[in-house]
């Protein structure tokens, strides 16, 4: 499987959006954001497309960019999508990226992500 390279597509003052398109059964995974070293706070996913039969969406984040785990939402659910979806996670991972889980070879899917910059970033 190929992973799919995320492109950044705007940089506003507090936002920074990253796009992987198209995440596909072959081309399955998004390539891993750093997100802790951009200085980010929230993240919101915007998960649209074809999913075919059972396509299915996770988030996904790592500490060590080798091992990988679906992450949760504020209410503390695995952050999936097998339709379009508006997603926020809750936890704060150093990679984090989406990942096609199933589907048939309709299965096509954008997802972008606004990162919003944290409220401060010096400790």
Partial sequence: MATVAGTYQHYLSDHKVVTWTPLTTTNADGSPISYASNGMGGVTFQIAGTFGAGGTVVVEGSNDGVTYFTLNDQANAA?????????????????????????????????????????????
Avoid at 80 to 85: D, H, K, L, S
Avoid at 104 to 118: E, H, L, R
């Fill in 79 to 123: 952050v999936t999508a097998a339709a379009a979806a508006l997603k926020t996670i809750r936890d704060a991972p150093l990679y984090i990226r989406p990942r096609v889980t199933a589907g048939d070879g309709t299965t096509s899917i954008t997802v972008t992500a606004a990162f919003q910059k944290a409220a401060f970033t010096t400790y």
